[in-house]
């Protein structure tokens, strides 16, 4: 009876939405979500400088923007930092879902209640403290602190979509293994790693993308000469936006979904293999 009235009062709530009704709210939530996105795409290509006015296609600020040598220079910081910064934390989210999920200890649970804290840590926080402790740890601000930071925050992500992985993974065939004689080495390269190698490869496209794209924390623990490509674009925009911006933040946008999309597919392969 209960589950009927359930049913019922459900229904009651959404038949009074018309079905146009639904689709334009969802319509008008795309439009604000992705509009703004879409206009600054469109006025990468214009000819003039002017971001209001569509007076022709041109190439011309993607030009500018290869010719500037501090664009391409934190570009490459950028994929610097990213690759190792995704490797580092790859490895150790790993190691922590794997100890996490296998093993059961005191203080299991503070362990894993500051996992999931760090994701939800403001970043400003987050940023003023690393900075209070290289300041305080005598490091120079630059590259490899931006990629100390990267890590720190990344961790926890790929640990999470690593456990996730894990979870839904039967044990018995790690048991079988160890049944026929292979040792828990053995075990884990040739059972376990395989099977979770798309969680794996999810969490480390997740850990890449978020350090390409973190400006806050980068921006307290970056040095001179070791800008970023978010920290190079706020620095071009307190100036006025430009053509060049929308193209920079365009080639910002297409290699994250580049990126997302591209790793998708290759999960979707793994998946289904």
């Keep these: 009876m209960a589950s009927v ?26 439009v604000f979500l992705y509009a703004p996105i879409a206009v600054l795409v469109f006025f990468s290509f214009n000819s003039t400088r002017s971001t209001q006015v569509w007076t022709g296609f041109s190439f011309e600020w993607y030009g500018q ?7 391409l220079q934190a570009l490459r910081t950028s994929l610097t930092v990213g690759v190792f910064a995704t490797l580092i934390a790859t ?15 005191r203080g ?3 362990a894993d209640t500051a996992i999931y804290a760090a994701t939800v840590m403001p970043e400003i926080v987050v940023g003023v403290s690393l900075l209070v402790f290289f300041v305080a740890a005598d490091l120079q601000l630059g590259v490899t602190t931006i990629v100390i930071a990267h890590v720190a925050f990344t961790i926890s992500f790929v640990t999470i979509v690593v456990r996730a992985r894990l979870a839904g993974m039967d044990r018995s065939v790690e048991e079988a293994a160890q049944d026929l004689g292979a040792s828990p080495v053995q075990t884990f390269l040739r059972v376990t790693l395989p099977l979770i190698l798309p969680g794996v490869m999810a969490g480390a496209l997740l850990a890449f993308t978020l350090s390409f794209d973190d400006f806050v924390i980068t ?12 920290l190079k674009i706020y620095s071009m925009i307190k ?3 430009s053509p060049v911006i929308n193209a920079l933040s365009t080639v910002v946008l297409v290699t994250t979904l580049f990126l997302i ?9 793994k998946e289904g293999a």
């Design 261 to 269: 999309f591209g790793g998708s597919r290759l999960l979707v392969r």
């Design 91 to 105: 490895v150790i989210g790993t190691m922590t879902a794997l100890a996490l999920s296998r093993h059961r200890f």
């Design 239 to 241: 100036f006025g936006v």
């Design 219 to 230: 921006f307290f623990i970056s040095g001179v000469g070791s800008s970023t490509l978010p």
């Design 108 to 110: 299991q649970t503070a």
């Design 5 to 30: 009235t359930s049913k019922g009062s459900r229904k009651g709530v959404t038949s009074g939405l018309p079905d146009w009704g639904l689709l334009l709210g969802s319509v008008l939530v795309y």
């Design 65 to 71: 923007l290869l010719g500037d040598p501090t664009i």
